[in-house]
């Protein structure tokens, strides 16, 4: 968590289907189903895009639950990482990136704010939104990618 808001200087081509599946392996999913709808290289800091995809989807298994869906596809300038969950109520959305915010009594709250971190880091935008599902959508614009 230390480094994770520095600013990015190196950014490397980093095959996001790949580094998804990596970060899958990584975190208790349980009976959790990934649908990766996406074949872009971005450039970034491979180990903390890792650590916001795994971030991500922590907080989806442990919000909606070990059979919830995590999809990630394609946005014109970056990539959503969406859950068919219970969402986030509208006027919670800003919050949930803040230091120390969790609806959950076991949480620390760090989750998504080093999400944020990570993105600011690499200069990109975070939006907290609602899937087609009704589920959590993050969306994650400004990113460049590789050729």
């Known amino acids: 968590m230390a480094r994770s808001d520095q600013p990015v200087t190196d950014r490397s081509p980093v095959d996001l289907p790949t580094l998804?599946?990596?970060?899958?392996?990584?975190?208790?999913?349980?009976?959790?189903?990934?649908?990766?709808?996406?074949?872009?290289?971005?450039?970034?800091?491979?180990?903390?895009?890792?650590?916001?995809?795994?971030?991500?989807?922590?907080?989806?298994?442990?919000?909606?639950?070990?059979?919830?869906?995590?999809?990630?596809?394609?946005?014109?300038?970056?990539?959503?990482?969406?859950?068919?969950?219970?969402?986030?109520?509208?006027?919670?959305?800003?919050?949930?990136f803040e230091t120390g915010y969790s609806t959950s009594s076991e949480g620390v709250g760090f989750g998504l704010s080093i999400v944020a971190q990570v993105v600011s880091a690499h200069d990109w935008q975070i939006e907290a939104t609602e899937s087609d599902d009704g589920g959590a959508r993050f969306e994650i614009t400004g990113v460049e990618f590789a050729d």
């Open 20 to 96: 998804l599946d990596r970060s899958w392996q990584t975190v208790q999913t349980g009976s959790a189903t990934l649908d990766s709808r996406t074949d872009r290289v971005v450039r970034a800091d491979q180990s903390r895009l890792q650590q916001l995809l795994e971030n991500l989807t922590r907080n989806a298994v442990e919000h909606g639950g070990e059979d919830v869906t995590v999809t990630v596809g394609d946005l014109d300038n970056g990539f959503y990482l969406e859950d068919d969950g219970p969402g986030i109520p509208a006027d919670e959305r800003e919050k949930v």
